[in-house]
């Protein structure tokens, strides 16, 4: 069992940029493909954007392409959410998640999650 920790929520201003990380408390997420999901207050969660293994395929949801980057640093065991141009909307808690299976597309099918954190972007 593959224990996913995110990190680096916070509050920033509308315009402005954060960098998420998730990593493995227990396991790694290395042999893993990792998707970013979010929820906001009274809404669904949904998907974000994915990265395959071999981080030779990512993935994003239309309201975030051209904003945001989803990479991975094996040699850390982390994947990173770089999120630019954030806007009030992008307000949500924010979770990584783990995939067994390596396949094309993201937002389904994930084995692992973690806790989440917090992302407040102010007007």
């Known amino acids: 069992q593959v224990q996913m920790v995110e990190s680096g929520g916070g509050t920033v201003q509308v315009g402005g940029s954060l960098k998420l990380s998730c990593a493995a408390s227990?396991?790694?997420?290395?042999?893993?493909?990792v998707g970013w999901f979010r929820q906001a207050p009274g809404k669904e969660r949904e998907f974000v954007a994915h990265?395959?293994?071999?981080?030779?395929?990512?993935y994003y949801a239309d309201a975030v392409k051209g904003r945001f980057s989803i990479s991975r640093d094996n040699a850390k065991n982390t994947v990173y959410l770089q999120m630019n141009n954030l806007k009030p909307e992008d307000t949500a808690v924010y979770y990584c998640a783990g995939r067994i299976r390596d396949v094309p597309g993201g937002g389904y099918d994930y084995n692992f999650w973690g806790q989440g954190t917090q992302v407040t972007v102010s007007s």
């Open positions: 990265i395959r293994w071999r981080a030779d395929m990512t």
């Open positions: 227990r396991g790694t997420v290395n042999s893993l493909a």
